[in-house]
């Protein structure tokens, strides 16, 4: 519903007659970006140090993401525009034991609000600052020998946790050719605000936690496995998963631009 609202508001601004050269267009494409987690890295070196006699393949890192976004750009006029727009980006990494088992993790990123204002120049190349708020989802779950995965309590990792952060980004666009050209390069980089740290939280959403038998969850996931092993019920909250100054993202896109609307400013 906000992210309704908001869009009504920057759209209701582009139709003031104070602004007599505005026009719209849309641009999407695939996006490629690269995570730093710091609090995921320090969860993955502690649970590779306590297996690593287990393991043919350590647990990996959730740096590259793969996935797409959309812009809605209000141009005022031919320097200054707004914009609107929706991120989804999301990654997949797993570790491998002797026994043929495994652990997988699988990371998603959103931002179900996403605006701001941009700057263009001569050839609408663009400098665009925005504000949002990102959903952010980590999924564990562990994978047998015979390929059947399990979200269930059976595994003390296993499960689905959830979290938010808002976020600042900049965000530079290039035009592939001077002039009409509909291609363009998007790099951004989006750097979180300052709040209170924020943990990733159990979220209990998954169907297959109903077929556990001895289901025992996790509130959060833990940064130091080996601790959390030895008293899984009385391991710090200090020592888990964590988002606020913790992830970044730096992202280039590819993007298609098409022309929504442009109002006829000459006197006829």
Not at 225 to 250: C, E, G, W
Request: net charge positive; proline share 5%.
């Amino acid at each position: 519903m906000r992210k309704k609202v908001f869009v009504f508001f920057i759209l209701a601004v582009c139709s003031f007659r104070f602004f007599p050269q505005v026009s719209f267009d849309l641009s999407f494409g695939p996006q490629y970006g690269y995570l730093f987690h710091k609090s995921y890295n320090t969860f993955r070196a502690s649970y590779n140090d306590y297996h690593k006699s287990e393991l043919t393949d350590p647990l990996g890192a959730l740096t590259h993401n793969i996935g797409g976004s959309v812009l809605l750009r209000c141009y005022l006029n031919e320097k200054i525009s707004l914009h609107v727009g929706y991120q989804q980006m999301r990654s997949r990494t797993s570790s491998r034991f002797t026994t043929g088992a495994g652990r997988v993790f699988l990371h998603r990123y959103g931002t179900p609000i996403y605006g701001g204002v941009g700057f263009s120049g001569k050839r609408r190349n663009s400098f665009e600052l925005s504000a949002m708020f990102a959903n952010l989802e980590i999924a564990t779950y562990y994978r047998y020998p015979d390929k059947s995965i399990s979200y269930g309590g059976e595994k003390l990792l296993n499960g689905t946790f959830t979290t938010f952060q808002a976020m600042l980004s900049a965000a530079y666009t290039l035009r592939f050719k001077k002039g009409a050209s509909p291609w363009s390069l998007r790099a951004e980089f989006q750097f979180p605000l300052a709040p209170p740290d924020i943990i990733f939280e159990y979220t209990d959403s998954h169907w297959a936690r109903d077929l556990s038998i001895t289901p025992v969850y996790m509130s959060s996931i833990p940064t130091d496995y080996a601790l959390f092993l030895k008293d899984p019920i009385n391991y710090p909250v200090d020592n888990t998963m964590y988002v606020s100054n913790r992830i970044k993202y730096l992202s280039v896109s590819v993007h298609y631009t098409i022309k929504l609307k442009r109002k006829n400013t000459s006197n006829s």
